[in-house]
């Protein structure tokens, strides 16, 4: 498992959404959108809690107000996928102002 307070993950954990995922390979690895785990004090079992919950049997959540946690099969899949979140969030970021144009 990796956790990270990555900028673009983090603005939409702290906004209370979930990442639906926009692209072809964010659609690959995470599904049609990443899920915001119940919001609970940083450092507590009850968020490590929300957070498996949240993960389910996928390979991420976004921590509400927090960061993000990926799962892989090793610590270099795992970062992997951290790095791909990140990436999608920053996708996100990038797309919404243009649906509006």
């Keep these: 498992m990796v956790h990270t307070h990555s900028p673009y993950a983090t603005a939409l954990a702290s906004a209370g959404r979930a990442l639906p995922t926009l692209h072809d390979e964010g659609r690959l690895l995470f ?22 919950e949240a993960v389910g049997g996928g390979p991420a959540a976004l921590l509400f107000r927090h960061g993000a946690v990926t799962v892989g099969r090793t610590l270099s899949e795992a970062l992997v996928l951290a790095e791909k979140l990140e990436e999608a969030a920053r996708l996100l970021a990038l797309a919404l102002p243009l649906r509006s144009a």
């Design 31 to 52: 599904g049609e959108s990443i899920p915001l785990a119940k919001p609970a004090p940083p450092g507590t079992w009850e968020l490590a809690g929300h957070a498996v």
